[in-house]
């Protein structure tokens, strides 16, 4: 009688102005104005806009740069547009990038790289119970 809801991922937006330090997963798209730093993974397609910057290292399907990417990528493509620099290590299975784009680096072309993101495992803090 009833269609059972689809469990959909919005789209992440971290906005100009803001910076993140640390280990981020995305389930759905993530859009990044801001600056990012650290371990980023998405089980779809990152965007760094024109003004946005990540440092890091990023395992996703697909990585569109507009803004700035330095560090370690692992994806299945990887598209510079013609505002995009992207500095590092690449592992994609294609490569796209538009005049005026650049790409410092190394690019490392497998077969078939298939990004396989596997889940975060979180443990509890542990708690302390002695005084001073």
Known sequence: MFAKKKNKAELTFIAHGTRTIGE???EGNALV????????????????DNDGLI????????????????GQLTCNKLIITNTGTVDGEVCSQSMEIF?????????????????????????????????H
């Not at 730093?37 to 089980?43: A, V």
């Not at 440092?55 to 330095?70: A, H, M, P, Q």
């Not at 790289?113 to 005084?131: H, N, R, Y």
């Open 24 to 26: 981020l997963h995305f």
């Open 33 to 48: 104005a801001g600056e990012v730093q650290g371990k980023i993974s998405s089980l779809a397609n990152i965007e760094i």
């Open 55 to 70: 440092d890091g290292n990023v395992k996703c399907l697909e990585l569109k740069v507009s803004g700035y990417f330095k």
């Open 99 to 131: 005049e005026g784009g650049q790409f410092i680096g190394q690019r490392i072309k497998e077969e078939s790289p298939q990004v396989e993101i596997i889940e975060p495992q979180f443990e509890p803090l542990a708690t302390s119970t002695e005084t």
